[in-house]
């Protein structure tokens, strides 16, 4: 081979080596209702969200709530007393950019098979979790999870799966840490 043939065949591999994938790779078919998603962000933010758990920003699945991280400077755990848009919003963000591809497959298939997912695997105890199993097939936490992924949110096992909440508490409660 020619010097100029070895330096346009160079040239082309350099090209096809470097050019960028196509974006309609990487985008997710299918995805769950966001407008559903916020009985399922409270779940989380309850179940999940503490700080020492998915509440920190080292965390790939980031849950942003009331009760532990804040997406604003500003806000502070309890302040305001809720759950706020932008945080449903970046924690919907979290949980489909997890494992799009994956979350996708899902979705398309009307929930079947969620396991197959990670948030959901992990908090099963079907993959390692430090957290350990968190939910269990069948129960209200499970139930709101996984229909929100078939496209029909269970929003009364979503609020059954709410367990109390230390900003729901009254101001001058005073809370027994010993108490059962």
């Known amino acids: 081979m020619t010097r100029l043939g070895t330096s346009l065949v160079l040239a082309v ?13 990487y985008a997710p078919t299918a995805l769950p209702d966001a407008a559903a998603f916020p009985y399922v962000a409270e779940v989380m933010v309850l179940r999940c969200g503490t700080l020492d758990c998915h509440g920190s ?44 591809e994956t979350m996708s497959e899902v979705v398309a298939d009307h929930g079947a098979n969620p396991e197959r997912l990670t948030f959901i695997a992990k908090p099963l105890g079907i993959e390692g979790h430090k957290g350990g199993t968190v939910f269990q097939v069948g129960d209200d936490t499970y139930r709101c999870l996984t229909s929100w992924l078939a ?9 059954a799966a709410m367990p109390e909440t230390v900003c729901g508490l009254s101001p001058t409660a005073s809370v027994d840490a010993g108490a059962q």
Do not use: H, I, K
């Open 151 to 159: 496209g029909a949110t269970e929003t009364s096992a979503c609020l």
């Open 13 to 25: 591999l350099w090209l096809v080596g470097c050019s960028a994938p196509s974006n309609a790779v």
């Open 57 to 100: 920003v080292s965390r790939n699945l980031r849950v942003y709530g009331d009760e532990g991280l804040r997406f604003s400077a500003s806000d502070r755990p309890c302040a305001p007393t809720s759950t706020t848009g932008d945080e449903v919003a970046q924690d919907y963000d979290s949980v489909v950019g997890l494992e799009p």
